[in-house]
């Protein structure tokens, strides 16, 4: 399989890894939509969240919270966006979650190695 999640997941590519415990990892985006973008994604291969099962799903959405409140206060921001893209939307076919910070009409301007130093595990 050449999936690009899966090369990070075992090491075989770089990542930026803000988290990560026996099921998930989060890494930030490496083309953020925003600053602090960050992919939550699953150790084991799902192609889309119709794979997921309950206890993956429920886990992902504490580890979400988390992060969340991390990315909120590490980044100074006030609310989030949880999106989930699925068929052609989706580039990269291994399920994952975004968090995106909202900004307002301020997208941020930190560099993204700033804001890895600010997250670090």
Known sequence: ????????????????VIYEDDLVIAILDAFPTVDGHTL????????DYKQLDDKLILHMYKVADMLCDK??????????????????????KHFHLHLLPNYG?????????EIFELLKK
């Open 1 to 16: 399989m050449d999936c690009l999640f899966c090369k990070i997941i075992k090491g075989e590519a770089s990542s930026k």
């Open 40 to 47: 939550l994604i699953p150790k084991k291969h799902y192609t």
């Open 105 to 113: 009409r301020n997208k941020g301007k930190k560099k993204t190695e």
């Open 71 to 92: 990315l909120m206060e590490k980044l100074n921001v006030k609310s989030f966006t949880f999106a989930i893209n699925y068929g052609e939307r989706q580039a990269i």
